[in-house]
T-cell receptor, first 115, second 114 residues
Framework: AQTVTQSQPEMSVQEAETVTLSCTYD???????LFWYKQPPSRQMILVIR??????QNATENRFSVNFQKAAKSFSLKISDSQLGDAAMYFC????????????FGAGTRLTVKP | DAGVIQSPRHEVTEMGQEVTLRCKPI?????LFWYRQTMMRGLELLIY????????DSGMPEDRFSAKMPNASFSTLKIQPSEPRDSAVYFC????????????FGPGTRLTVL
């Protein structure tokens, strides 16, 4: 079974600084998708970034980037120039390539941004 | 474009009552998912529809839970009778296809069963 582990229940960062959230996963598949979702206090689950395992290039979306290490089964999220609005729960998720109904989520990391 | 719409946003009910949660997926999306989020178990997939047909309901916790999708723009998740342990946030998500596309989540319904 595929599992997703987020080892940092809570993280804190100073506004304008950079923070990295960790995620590891376990799978025997070679092709799959990885996601980071953000859940602010409003509870809305917002897609932050997505990575296809067959792509070697790390995905980037503005201030958000990932460090995808396929051999190590690691998928960390880097947030640069942190803003107060980045404060939220962040969930790492894994999905097999052809199984949209088999998304596995980590337990989440609560990010606090200090002004 | 409107995202996934869920109603109500909050629901408080008493044990034994019937609860109906509603979802309108993003127009043009073929797949719809119902998730439950609790502190203890995190996010769990309850049921998945493709083209209005239930494909996988293995996550539905018990017979008290049922879900329908009568058309491409509407789905319901019903709990009858409700129990305090059903208290959770229920999310609906949709995606354009079954294979490669990202799931887009609604704002969730916070259910409290007293």
């Amino acid at each position: 079974a595929q599992t997703v582990t987020q080892s940092q229940p809570e993280m804190s960062v100073q506004e304008a600084e950079t923070v990295t959230l960790s995620c590891t996963y376990d799978t025997s598949e070679s092709d799959y998708y990885l996601f980071w979702y953000k859940q602010p206090p409003s509870r809305q689950m917002i897609l932050v970034i997505r990575q296809e395992a067959y792509k070697q290039q790390n995905a980037t979306e503005n201030r958000f980037s990932v460090n995808f290490q396929k051999a190590a089964k690691s998928f960390s999220l880097k947030i640069s120039d942190s803003q107060l609005g980045d404060a939220a729960m962040y969930f790492c998720a894994y999905r097999r390539l052809y199984n949209n109904n088999d998304m596995r989520f980590g337990a989440g990391t609560r990010l606090t941004v200090k002004p | 474009d409107a995202g996934v719409i869920q109603s109500p946003r909050h629901e408080v009910t008493e044990m034994g009552q019937e609860v109906t949660l509603r979802c309108k997926p993003i127009s043009g999306h073929n797949s719809l998912f119902w998730y439950r989020q609790t502190m203890m178990r995190g996010l769990e997939l309850l049921i998945y529809f493709n083209n209005n047909v239930p494909i996988d309901d293995s996550g539905m916790p018990e017979d008290r839970f049922s879900a329908k999708m009568p058309n491409a723009s509407f789905s319901t998740l019903k709990i009858q009778p409700s129990e305090p342990r059903d208290s959770a946030v229920y999310f609906c998500a949709s995606s354009p296809t079954t294979v490669t596309d990202t799931q887009y989540f609604g704002p969730g319904t916070r259910l409290t069963v007293l």
